[in-house]
């Protein structure tokens, strides 16, 4: 038998049913009991799955907003190269997740006689919250390394790791290689040997893609052209392909032929194949001369005209006052939307091209002296 006395001085039985004053609700304090287990069974829960819940949901989300903005990133540049403006290029060095795992309960217990609160009471309320808030660290590509790195030709590892990337419709030679064997790709050049260069390319994709031509390294360390196993049929166009080099050897059905293969800058030599290969700023100002710049920023000279005839532009990117619907990447740009057709699969696939060049050569987080910005996102 106990009371329990409030504020005013009334008391009332904690014990006694026979008491006309109701004690303590033992339902809702059982009910509160319930409550607290639910709350530690949903805290443990929450402790042991939020971690698998924010990586399978994350990861994806930030990969895809990253994605985008790099691909942004890379348009905005092309385009800012085409107006002659300058441009800055920020890398994404790391991004940290915090997450916080927060709960809440509550109750209430009913005192006094059942009508004063019958139906009004919320015997028990749980809850429970993620919170995830991500950093952000970018970190500036500038200085002389920036410089160098841009401004340097491609090695020949690196053009012929992009090679692999040709597809059905763009070949990746078409845009990392400036010259073979004298003959001038007309997409970084408007040289009467356009047609002759546009014939090698041709030549050279068939063969490699029937496998009769590959690109091999041997002991050296020197690379080397290498004719191999070519029917009858094959030995023409692959001797079309020798005449259009310059290279004065014939290859015979069934048999090997192998003809040196040099990256370098200056004349050819004639012996063997010798490719020249654009900077990273070369393939930048040459994927520019496909953009269709609007008329009127060409009239008041805020762009110039390209000096390229269309069919030799191996990116197309198109101008509209409003966003397109159809883009596959879009960025804003003097009062106008500058886009790439998702529908246009070649531009897509020579984007790709441009996009990892400049993740090739430009992105090296590691070895940049400058301050990294370090960005929180979310309250």
């Known amino acids: 038998m106990g009371t329990l006395t409030t504020k005013d001085g009334s008391e009332f ?21 319930c409550a607290a287990i639910a709350l530690a069974l949903l805290l443990s829960l929450g402790c042991n799955t939020a971690g698998r819940t924010a990586l399978s949901g994350g990861r994806g989300t930030y990969n895809t907003v990253i994605n985008r903005t790099e691909d942004e990133q890379i348009l905005s540049m092309i385009v800012c190269q085409r107006y002659n403006e300058t ?16 709960a809440s309960l509550g109750a209430n217990v009913g005192i006094g006689s059942d ?18 808030n991500p950093t952000i660290s970018y970190v500036p590509l500038r200085g002389e390394q920036f410089v160098g790195r841009l401004l340097a030709t491609l090695s020949a590892e690196h053009a012929l790791l992009l090679g692999r990337m040709s597809g059905d419709l763009i070949d990746a030679f078409r845009v990392f290689v400036r010259r073979a ?17 546009d014939r090698f390319i041709a030549l050279y994709a068939r063969l490699r893609d029937e496998g009769v031509l590959d690109i091999v390294r041997v002991e050296d360390g020197a690379y080397e052209l290498l ?3 070519a029917s009858p049929e094959q030995t023409a166009p692959a001797a079309e392909l020798l005449r259009e080099l310059g290279i004065q050897r014939t290859l015979s059905a069934g048999g090997e032929l192998r003809v040196p293969l040099r990256f370098f800058v200056g004349s050819a030599r004639g012996e063997g194949l010798d490719l020249e290969t654009p900077s990273a700023l070369e393939v930048i100002q040459a994927a520019g001369e496909g953009i269709e710049v609007p008329e009127e920023h060409l009239t008041e000279g805020i ?8 069919s030799r532009h191996f990116l197309t990117v198109h101008s509209s006052s409003r966003r397109a619907s159809h883009a596959s990447v879009a960025v804003e740009y003097r009062d106008y939307w500058f886009f790439i057709d998702a529908r246009d699969a070649r531009s897509k696939q020579s984007f790709m091209l441009v ?13 940049q002296h400058a301050p990294v910005l370090t960005v929180p996102v979310g309250g």
Do not use: Q
Not at 119 to 131: Q, R
Not at 181 to 194: C, Q, T
């Open 115 to 132: 009508s004063s609160y019958a139906g009004n009471l919320v015997p028990f309320a749980a809850g429970a919250t993620v919170e995830e």
């Open 13 to 33: 039985s904690l014990v006694s049913p026979a008491s006309t004053a109701r004690p303590v609700n033992n339902a809702n304090v059982a009910r509160s009991g």
């Open 227 to 229: 004719f191999h196993d």
């Open 87 to 102: 441009y800055g290029l920020l890398s994404v060095s790391s991004v940290t997740t915090n997450i916080k795992v927060g």
């Open 181 to 197: 064997n004298g003959l001038v790709n007309p997409a970084y050049d408007a040289s009467p040997e356009g047609a002759r260069f």
């Open 355 to 367: 996009r990892t060049l400049i993740g090739l050569r430009l992105d090296d987080p590691t070895g």
């Open 303 to 310: 762009a110039h005209r390209s000096s390229l005839d269309e």
